[in-house]
């Protein structure tokens, strides 16, 4: 095709081309239609940089590659093939509609550079969400990654068969504008958001309290070995305090009307005597440092529940000055 150096469109679709080639030539080529044939590997485009479209729908393709030089190339229709993964599409920086309906893509690789990319679709695919309602996977966090998409197809994958589907692509891209070919509200986004960012705080909130649980118990198993030693001594324990005003063997928790004392911290006692506390708990603690703030405890006019954990009692009569 040498001497068809000014052909601008060439039509070759429903045919039997097994192989992209000869195509060297056609340096002013804008559309290439290449539609339900036998090709299986992209390849010998490489000269065609003022290709515009390339439509390569209804092949045997497995993979994107040897693209990278059609800078000019604004649509890639590469619908019904099968294609597994979506890989990171340099070069192709004037690209705007990407298809690739029936594949097999699972896989996504990242694009943000992809400025002029407003048009995906990938109905009836394989991508999915990684576990839970809200989790994604890196290849959806890549996908909406593209922030300029305005219409975006992704029905008949894993991913719309979890009920916050919609919620989370619409709220992952401010941009979007068509959702499986329906128009996506003002009102839809808004709420999309509120549920995103809820969901968002709620697992923070998870984590905060994953990680005080765990501190918590820090705390605690250090106070518990120290107690089991009897080497309440500052200089053996490593832990934060848990209270700069009680040292760093105690550890003290107001758990609603609960006060919880671990160790040294009976000292605790006396900056919640004017509180509601209902319920006193005592753990890894000597009765004879508690004896001393016995008054204290009986102004707790509201207490209803003692609690004595690890104390070493071993009768009755030790805790008698607080009963009576």
């Known amino acids: 095709m040498d001497n068809l150096s000014n052909l601008v469109f060439l039509d070759l679709y429903n045919n039997y ?5 000869g195509l060297e030539g056609l340096f002013s ?3 290439l239609m290449l539609g339900r044939n036998k090709i299986q590997l992209l390849e010998g485009l490489e000269h065609l940089n003022k290709l515009d479209i390339l439509d390569l729908h209804s092949n045997r393709i497995e993979k994107i590659e040897n693209i990278g030089n059609l800078f000019n190339l604004r649509v890639l229709n590469l619908e019904d093939n099968l294609v597994q993964e979506i890989p990171t599409l340099s070069g192709l920086y004037s690209l ?6 029936k594949n097999k893509v699972w896989t996504i690789h990242e694009n943000k550079h992809l400025k002029k990319l407003n048009r995906v679709l990938l109905g009836d695919n394989k991508i999915a969400v990684l576990h839970g309602a809200w989790s994604l996977t890196i290849d959806l966090e890549n996908l909406f990654g593209m922030q300029n998409i305005s219409e975006l197809c992704i029905e008949q994958n894993p991913i719309t068969e979890n009920s916050n589907f919609k919620t989370l692509v ?10 499986g070919g329906k128009r996506i509200l003002d009102e839809t986004k ?16 998870l984590e905060k309290r994953k990680d005080f649980m765990m501190e918590r118990e820090k705390y605690i198993s250090q106070i518990k070995e120290n107690w089991t030693n ?21 550890y003290v928790e107001l758990d609603g009307t609960c006060l919880h004392i671990y160790g040294n911290g009976i000292a605790a006692i006396t900056r919640h005597e004017s509180q509601n506390i209902t319920m006193l708990h005592f753990d890894f603690i000597d009765m004879a440092m508690v004896t001393p703030f016995i ?28 009963l009576t």
């Open 230 to 250: 009897k080497t309440f001594n500052e200089s053996n324990v490593t832990l934060v305090e848990s209270d700069p005003n009680f040292g760093k063997s105690a």
């Open 17 to 21: 081309i097994e192989k992209i080639s």
């Open 190 to 205: 808004r709420n999309a958001i509120r549920l995103l960012k809820k969901e968002e705080n709620r697992k923070r909130d």
């Open 295 to 322: 008054p204290v405890v009986l102004k707790l006019k509201n207490l209803t529940k003692l609690e004595f954990g690890t104390c070493k009692i071993n009768q009755l009569s030790q805790v008698s000055i607080i």
């Open 170 to 179: 619409v709220s992952k891209m401010p941009n979007l504008k068509l959702l």
């Open 29 to 31: 080529l804008r559309v």
């Open 96 to 101: 705007c509609e990407l298809n690739l309906k």
